[in-house]
């Protein structure tokens, strides 16, 4: 079987071909009305919208950076279009029970609208009750009852005087009350040394004659109050007939502008009666005197009548509400009562309710970030609690959570009718859905956004169009076409897909920010090829330092990569060291050795607890491939042990094992490996060679240490044939290999790579099960054979001596 040939330049980079692009600048393009590369999310979230059902709530899972709240938000307010304005939601006083404000369901724009017309009435109120019993008829007809009452009481007095008299008996008043005094023939009153002077018969009668006048007297004296009190309700029964005389008319002019609303009838009825009861809360009695009466004072007592509008709808509006909260606390989403400080104490009442954004979503859209609501104390409880009972009920935390018992207002829940569409990440939904009980219930619907789309012949114009819809957006100068062509190229690399466009707008449009910086500092009108590039070239500098020390310690030899000579046992492999946003491939020198042993093979960095499973699942591979391609009729009787050098990280991951295997056949058969060689893959127990991650940062970055001590033509990557589609190399790199000077493989399976790394025939087995002599895989074969008959020999010599040892103890 021959080596592979070296990739041809297309294999290495897929150019945009710009007769796709049919424009001269991005300025010419229309505008991108439709989101490009999201079948699957779209079609999720248009069933999500309008399926039916309470509990069909929508997850919008992705990664950062692919637009995944403007795409939500951008659907969201399509449909909302098509759906009614939402309702205004107010909160007025509840004259039955003072501590559960009533909420108000109203027609949008018209809770702004009552609460108006309220205020104007409790202006009203303050001057047209007062004035109402300032006027002369209430004057007189209060006077007439004091009138009555007084005549009434002196009639009655008269009469109890006039009988006295009849009997010679005074009847008078002193400072200190009503007194009865006996009189003599003269009419003169009786003094108390004339009275003892007095025949004991006359005393008597005097005697009893002032005891029954005493009687009618204390009956008298009782029916007073009793006429007292009559005569106030008939004040009061005057009041409230003046009070609604004045207010009456007042409400009836509300009424007519919400006679459609029953349910505001109904509260102005209660309005109405309530000042009716209570006129006397608004007679101009001084703010003293109010709170010596104990009465509430006149401000108080209108405020009453205020309307608490907490969900309020422009009169502009056409569409339901799409809210948006960044913060998603307890109360930003659920509302809150909110307290007034007032001589030493917190008071609160119906007009300190705040809405949330439960409330101003209500009939609508709600979008939450779902990191951000988990991060807040109790925010995640109080929206499952919302979308659970159908109804937002504001109750202060301490209440609802038992951490006090203070009285406190409780507003009417207000019922619930909401869509909420929650934007987070794939890791988040899927501990969620295994880990909340609740979630699977609620959010029934999951958006999963892509973070790339297929790059094909219609790709290019549509991404360009996305393209134009950014620099538009951000206010940037246009590109022309050969820049558009290379920004397409990057999004493929960012994509690790030369058949795909990277779709992450966020990476996308800081590069056309930094580009059109550097357009403009040259003083161009457009945006070019070289800018684009500039600006990649610009962005790899501010984040390559550790890069550049590693690679720097490499070419002092600090770290030891050799890519000249040729070594048994000895190998570059390649890996990956991701820095956030920036990542690149760091090549590393693994080492194999081997010894007689019984099949077990020592992972020196798992040993040391610096691989992770993944890396010591590969190593176990390369024992079940050696045992089941040379060592099927005999015991695999060698150690080995595999060591990264000079690592002192943790390795994980899996594509530095055909690296290892090619090592490990390299020591066994005692051919050296070209160093000038790198290889990266993962293997099977068959010896096929799998896909890996990473595969332009690997290629690069031993291009990078073999240019560090000149490139010869004899350097090369060995990468997995699966890859082939995914490299999309830097323009020195393709450029090298086009001259010659630096090469990339690709290979199917362990013989094709282990041909390439010594140049020997790795031999495939004819029909009679034999290996070409020779051949690498023979060699390995014939090693693994001598080892097995080495470790026969070695126990049976082993045995001998015990056998010795037990004739001799005989």
Excluded at 186 to 207: A, M, Q, T, W, Y
Excluded at 679 to 707: H, P
Aim: hydrophobic content about 35%; glycine content about 6%.
């Amino acid at each position: 079987m021959a080596a592979p040939d070296p990739l041809d330049v297309q294999s290495l980079y897929t150019q945009c071909d710009i007769g796709e692009l049919t424009f001269d600048t991005t300025a010419e393009l229309e505008d991108l009305d439709e989101v490009i590369g999201q079948p699957r999310a779209l079609s999720a979230l248009e069933y999500g919208i309008h399926v039916k059902g309470d509990d069909c709530n929508i997850y919008a899972l992705g990664p950062a950076g692919i637009r995944k709240h403007a795409v939500v938000k951008q659907i969201l307010e399509k449909e909302a279009v098509k759906r009614p304005v939402s309702s205004d939601w107010c909160y007025v006083y509840n004259f039955s029970q003072p501590h559960k404000p009533n909420a108000l369901e109203l027609p949008p724009s018209r809770g702004s609208k009552l609460c108006n017309d309220m205020e104007q009435l409790i202006e009203d109120l303050g001057t047209a009750i007062p004035a109402a019993f300032e006027t002369e008829e209430y004057q007189s007809r209060i006077e007439e009852l004091e009138r009555d009452f007084i005549a009434r009481r002196d009639k009655m007095l008269e009469e109890l005087s006039e009988e006295a008299s009849q009997r010679n008996i005074r009847f008078l008043h002193t400072p200190s009350g009503f007194a009865f005094a006996p009189l003599d023939k003269r009419g003169e009153v009786i003094n108390p040394e004339e009275f003892k002077r007095l025949h004991d018969s006359d005393k008597e009668k005097i005697e009893s004659d002032v005891e029954d006048l005493q009687k009618k007297l204390q009956k008298i004296i009782r029916q007073i109050p009793i006429w007292q009190k009559e005569t106030r309700e008939k004040v009061k029964e005057i009041d409230r007939e003046i009070a609604r005389y004045a207010v009456e008319h007042l409400i009836t002019v509300i009424k007519e502008n919400h006679r459609d609303l029953p349910e505001v009838c109904k509260y102005l009825d209660e309005v109405e009666q309530d000042v009716v009861d209570h006129v006397r809360e608004f007679r101009q009695d001084g703010e003293t005197q109010a709170l010596l009466l104990g009465r509430p004072t006149k401000v108080e007592a209108l405020r009453r009548y205020k309307v608490n509008v907490v969900v309020d709808h422009d009169k502009e509006a056409s569409a339901a509400s799409v809210i948006y909260q960044d913060l998603p606390t307890y109360t930003n989403l659920v509302g809150r009562i909110e307290y007034q400080a007032q001589m030493g104490t917190l008071i609160t009442d119906f007009t300190m309710i705040k809405a949330g954004d439960l409330h101003r979503a209500n009939g609508g859209y709600l979008i939450l970030d779902a990191i951000r609501i988990l991060r807040q104390p109790f925010a995640w409880e109080g929206l499952k609690r919302a979308l659970r009972a159908r109804e937002i009920r504001i109750e202060p935390l301490e209440k609802a959570y038992g951490l006090m018992s203070t009285s406190s207002l409780e507003p009417e829940p207000i019922p619930l009718d909401v869509k909420v569409v929650l934007v987070g990440d794939r890791l988040l939904y899927y501990l969620l859905n295994q880990y909340d009980p609740d979630f699977p219930d609620l959010f029934k619907v999951a958006a999963d956004f892509n973070e790339d789309m297929e790059r094909d012949d219609n790709s290019s114009m549509l991404f360009a169009r996305l393209i134009a819809n950014v620099v538009k957006e951000e206010g940037l100068l246009p590109l022309d076409r050969d820049a558009v062509a290379r920004v397409i190229e990057h999004s493929s690399k960012l994509a690790e897909d030369a058949k795909k466009l990277s779709i992450n707008l966020r990476g996308i449009t800081d590069l056309l920010k930094e580009t059109d910086y550097r357009a403009n500092k040259s003083g161009k009108s457009k945006i070019e090829r070289d800018d684009v590039q500039a600006a990649i070239d610009s962005r790899v500098y501010r984040h390559d330092r550790i890069r550049e020390r590693a690679y720097e310690a490499v070419e002092r030899g600090i770290i030891k990569i050799d890519t000249d000579s040729k070594q048994v046992g000895q190998i570059n492999g390649l890996s990956v060291i991701n820095l956030g946003d920036f990542s690149f491939g760091q090549p590393s020198r693994i080492t194999v050795t081997t010894r007689l042993g019984e099949g077990k093979f020592v992972d020196i960095q798992r040993e040391t607890k610096l691989g992770g499973n993944i890396h010591s699942k590969g190593v176990l591979i390369l024992t079940h491939y050696l045992a089941s391609q040379y060592a099927r009729d005999y015991p695999l009787s060698l150690s080995a042990s595999i060591v990264f050098e000079q690592s002192y990280g943790m390795v994980e991951g899996d594509s530095a094992s055909l690296a290892e295997l090619c090592a490990l056949l390299s020591a066994l058969s005692n051919v050296p490996i070209r160093q000038g060689f790198a290889v990266t893959g993962s293997v099977n127990q068959r010896g096929e060679v799998q896909a890996i991650g990473g595969v332009n940062q690997k290629v690069e970055g031993f291009f990078d240490i073999c240019s560090l001590n000149g490139l010869n033509g004899q350097q090369a990557v060995i990468i997995p044939s699966a890859n082939v589609p995914h490299l999309m190399l830097r323009e020195d790199v393709v450029e090298s290999a086009a001259q010659g000077r630096f090469k990339v493989y690709s290979v199917d399976n362990v013989n094709e790579a282990i041909e390439l790394l010594t140049g020997i025939t790795a031999g495939g087995r004819d029909e009679s099960g034999a290996l070409p002599p020779d051949s690498v895989n023979a060699k390995v074969e014939q090693a693994l054979i001598d080892l097995a008959v080495r470790r026969k020999e070695f126990g049976r010599a082993h045995r001998d001596d015990e056998n010795n040892a037990n004739e001799t103890n005989v």
